[in-house]
Structure formats: C-alpha cells, structure tokens
C-alpha cells in the first residue's frame, strides 16, 4: 500500500497557511481578517496532523484538539470586537480604529 | 491512489484562493465552507478519521455559522430586502456546489472501494486520542477549560451593549 509522503501534506499546509497570511496582510476588512486567521490555523493544525500521521502517534491530533479549543474562544471573541467596533466607528476597516481614543 | 488525497489538496488551495479574492462576505464564505470540508477529507486520508469529523462539525459547522451571524448582524441597517435578493442569486453557489461534488465523488469511491480507504499504512482513532488526552495532555484540558471559560466571560463582557443609566432628572437636565 502506497503512503502519502509527508513533504506533501507539509507542503500543502504551507500554501494554505501563506494564502492566509497573504489575505491577512493584503485585506483592509476586519471580518476577512478573522476568516484570515481562521485558514492560518487550520493550516497549522494539518501541519501537527501530518506529522502525527508521519510518525504513527496520536499527539498531533491532540494538538490539532488544543488548536480547534483556541481558535474556537478567538473566533467568539473577535466577533464580539468586530461587533463593537462596527457599533462603535460604523464601519468594518481597520484602518479606521487605528488611534488609541476611547 | 493516492490521487485521493491530490485532488483533496488541489480542492482546498483553490476554494482558499477563491476565499481570499472574493469581495462579498457570504460569498467568501461559502468558499470556506468547502475549503474546510477539502482538508477534512485530507484528514480522513491521512489516517485521522475522528479529527476530520471534528473539522467538519465544528470548523464548517460551528464557527462558519458564527460569522454567517454576525455578518447578518452587521449589514441589518442597510438595504437588507436588496441586499438578500442578490445573494439569493443561484449563479453564486455554482462554484462551491461544484467543488463540494468533487468531494462528494471522492467519498462516495472511498465508501465503495473499502479495501485501502486509508492511504497512511496506520488509523489513529478517536480511542488512542482519547487515551492519549486524558492521559499525557489532561492539564492541557483542564487549561482549554479555562480558556473556553474567559472566551465566554470576554464575548459576553464585549458585545454587551451599554445601557443608558441617567436618571430621568438628570436628562432633562441635559437638555
């Protein structure tokens, strides 16, 4: 039975992890930064699944749980932010919340 | 076959880069939906059948529904009916029901083959996770507790809208 190497599963969490920053980067949108972030880490997650998978151990889908708990209360409470900025300033830029004045 | 897990792969790079080009939020979404469920199917391949459906039910399920609140909540102001009429527009799912039945072409094979459904010589199941979890990584739960907890206290303490508490008098003063 043919394995997948894992320079290809590593290769692809790369990609998918550099159009996440890539996005994170080029975006001016507060919500397509969080959905930015969002691609960021389920990249890094198939990058600790890989090698778990390279190596036979079930520790990378450990890690992979502790990622999805971590990017599950960051997605809660930057929708909250986003919520409050957009009630806030009127607008989803990021661009626009860029001075420290309450 | 491992053309499985390529064309997993190819998938969720071009839904991915479909997210990150599109202008309209639900648009973009419904992009990652499938960019979710194409890396799912690469976990299923890759030999963590438990993992990839926690991806599915919490990655497209839990969180994308969050945001698709949100969003909702967000462009309540403005021209909402209009607004509703053109994302209900067919031609807009064409491009993620396309790339979702490239999936669903991919799972139905591996469902009828059976022999090799995993590419990886090894399955790590939901019970050696399990045992690993609660064995090695219990303080690691006991701290995802924790964190849960203080997401919930800080979503809470943020997107709660500040009620006006001046007393009656005190705004006809104002005035």
Excluded: C
């Excluded at chain 2, 299923?44 to 497209?60: M, T």
């Excluded at chain 2, 701290?143 to 206290?153: D, P, Q």
């Amino acid at each position: 039975m043919t394995t997948i190497p894992a320079e290809y599963g590593l290769v692809l969490a790369t990609v998918l992890f550099m159009l996440g920053l890539i996005s994170l980067l080029i975006r001016r949108n507060i919500v397509f930064m969080l959905i930015s972030v969002e691609i960021m880490l389920n990249a890094a997650g198939l990058a600790f699944i890989v090698a778990g998978s390279r190596w036979s151990q079930a520790d990378g889908q450990v890690m992979f749980l502790f990622i999805l708990t971590m990017a599950a209360a960051e997605v809660s409470v930057g929708l909250a932010l986003i919520l409050q900025i957009y009630h806030q300033l009127k607008t989803v830029n990021s661009d626009e919340a860029s001075k420290m004045k309450g | 076959m491992l053309i499985i897990f390529y064309i997993a792969a190819a998938v969720a790079v071009i839904a991915t880069v479909l997210v990150i080009t599109q202008h309209n939020l639900v648009h973009a979404l419904l992009y990652l939906v499938v960019s979710f469920l194409a890396v799912a199917m690469a976990f299923y391949v890759l030999g963590a059948p438990f993992i990839a459906a926690l991806e599915v039910i919490i990655y497209a399920g839990a969180i994308v529904v969050l945001m698709i609140f949100v969003i909702m909540m967000l462009n309540l102001r403005q021209e909402s009916v209009a607004q509703e009429k053109k994302w209900l527009n067919a031609r807009i799912v064409i491009g993620p029901v396309i790339l979702t039945l490239v999936l669903a072409a991919e799972l139905l094979y591996m469902l009828s083959t059976e022999t090799s459904v995993h590419l990886t010589g090894e399955v790590i199941g939901a019970k050696a996770v399990g045992m690993s979890l609660y064995g090695h990584y219990v303080i690691g739960v006991e701290l995802s507790g924790i964190l849960l907890m203080a997401g919930i206290v800080g979503a809470y303490h943020l997107g709660r809208q500040k009620k006006k508490v001046t007393h009656r008098f005190l705004e006809k003063q104002e005035e």
